[in-house]
Structures are given as C-alpha cells and as structure tokens.
Nanobody, 122 residues
Framework: QVQLVEFGGGLVQAGGSLRLSCTAS????????MGWYRQALGKNREFVAG????????YYADSVKGRFTISRVIDKNTVYLQMNSLKPEDTAIYYC???????????????WGQGTQVTVSS
C-alpha cells in the first residue's frame, strides 16, 4: 500500500505561482511513475503532468505546457509541481498519483492522494 499526501495548495492571484509537493509513504515509489491530476468543480478529473520513475521523461497537458513543471526526488519519495503564470481556469483540486505507468491518456495501476485545493483569483 502507498499513502500519498499533498501539500502546497492555496489561494493565489492570476499570474502568480504555487508549488505543490506530494510525499509517499508505506512503501517506496522509486520504481513508479508519478503524476498530478486535477478536478474542477462540475468537471471530470483530468491529467495535468506526469514523470517517469527515473525522472528522464515528463508529460504535460497542453493547457499547462510552458507554465507547469513536474519534478521528483526519488530518494525522498517526493514529487513536485511548480505552477507559474496561474490562470483562474487552473482552479481545481489537485491530486497526486503513483502508478506503474502514467501517460497523458492512460494509467496502469494507481494510488491517489486526498487532493489539495488550488484557487486562482482574477
């Protein structure tokens, strides 16, 4: 079993930045891909960013490319999401995910965190 806990959500003005972090416990996730998804009110959950277990490859939704950066520190079981140039449409609950495989359109296996709220005011 894997437990994932997210930190770093909050309220920020449009154009601002936030950094989310997610730490895994229970077992190592050093061989798992990790990623971030989000769900806005009244909308389906959507892929935001993913990173392979080695950290060699990253993937982003088109809506966040150039603004968000995913990274990980393997020996700390931690993944980060640096969010810059935030827009009101980025407002959502952000979820951390650990899985065997994470790509923009599919996952293989998953563990989810409880989520952290990000609100971007205009």
């Amino acid at each position: 079993q894997v437990q994932l806990v997210e930190f770093g959500g909050g309220l920020v003005q449009a154009g601002g930045s936030l950094r989310l972090s997610c730490t895994a416990s229970g077992r190592t996730v050093s061989r798992d891909d990790m990623g971030w998804y989000r769900q806005a009110l009244g909308k389906n959950r959507e892929f935001v960013a993913g990173i392979t277990w080695s950290g060699d490859s990253t993937y982003y939704a088109d809506s966040v490319k150039g603004r968000f950066t995913i990274s990980r520190v393997i020996d700390k079981n931690t993944v980060y999401l640096q969010m810059n140039s935030l827009k009101p449409e980025d407002t959502a609950i952000y979820y951390c995910v650990s899985a065997k495989l994470i790509r923009p359109t599919y996952r293989v296996g998953d563990y989810w965190g409880q989520g952290t709220q990000v609100t971007v005011s205009s």
